[in-house]
């Protein structure tokens, strides 16, 4: 079976532009996470999208924006690029039976993003 | 505030060495508790998950305190490929809403 997937593997990005990271989850699982991991630091949480609701929002600006569609897929979108964006993102899929009960989430390769 | 404080390191270990990391977090909400390894340029993995009555998976052993709000990890007869960053994770609520909450990681570097 295969992982979690994520599109582009890497990407080069100019100041205010804007920039859209595809996460393809575990087959059959139905929550993704988004994760910021700067390097040096560890990853921190962005959203997390399940049944294709927005379930819970980190602590990052609104310039960025993530959607998940009926078949579970995702995207992160983020707009006018500011140097600091440049780093790895990270999506996880997961499938908890409940909300109210952790799963394991597992995390796909990443998108490295670098803001010129 | 939501922190998980880690000593980055590195820690240069021996081949065959036993080391041990802790990791302390400031919120008592926490729920639950895991470490995770990450190679270089690599994603997040877990390495187990930790439980207040310790548990142990091979080589490796971790431990709760929950009185004290510190998590360790101890790795015995420390392989070459144990060579990575070790990240320290808590989650404050069922599911994942707050999503999983990272320390910086601490850099473990075996040496032969």
């Known amino acids: 079976d295969a992982g979690v997937t994520q599109s582009p593997t890497h990407l080069i990005k100019t100041r205010g532009q804007h920039v859209t990271l595809r996460c393809s989850p575990i087959?059959?699982?139905?929550?993704v996470s988004w994760y910021q991991q700067v390097l040096g630091q560890g990853p921190q949480f962005i959203f997390q999208?399940?049944?294709?609701?927005?379930?819970g929002r980190g602590n990052f600006p609104d310039r960025f924006s993530a959607r998940q569609f009926p078949n579970y897929s995702s995207e992160l979108n983020v707009n006018a690029l500011l140097l600091g964006d440049s780093a790895l993102y990270l999506c996880?899929?997961?499938?908890?039976?409940?909300?109210?009960?952790?799963?394991?989430?597992?995390f796909g390769p990443g998108t490295r993003l670098t803001v010129l | 505030r939501k922190e998980v404080e880690q000593d980055p390191g590195p820690f240069n270990v021996p081949e065959g060495a036993t080391v041990a990391f802790n990791c302390t977090y400031s919120?008592?909400?926490?729920?639950?508790f895991f470490w995770y390894r990450q190679d270089c340029r690599k994603e997040p993995k877990l390495l187990m998950s930790?439980?207040?009555s310790g548990n142990e998976d091979g080589r490796f052993t971790a431990q709760l305190n929950r009185a004290s709000q510190y998590i360790s990890l101890l790795i015995r007869d420390s392989k070459l490929s144990d060579s990575a960053t070790y990240l320290c994770?808590?989650?404050?609520?069922?599911?994942?809403?707050?999503?999983?909450?990272f320390g910086k990681g601490t850099h473990l570097i075996i040496q032969p």
């Open positions: 996880a899929s997961s499938n908890p039976p409940l909300l109210a009960f952790y799963n394991e989430q597992f």
């Open positions: 087959s059959g699982h139905k929550s």
């Open positions: 919120n008592s909400a926490s729920q639950s």
């Open positions: 999208y399940y049944e294709k609701e927005e379930r």
């Open positions: 930790v439980y207040s």
């Open positions: 994770v808590v989650t404050y609520s069922g599911g994942g809403a707050d999503g999983l909450t």
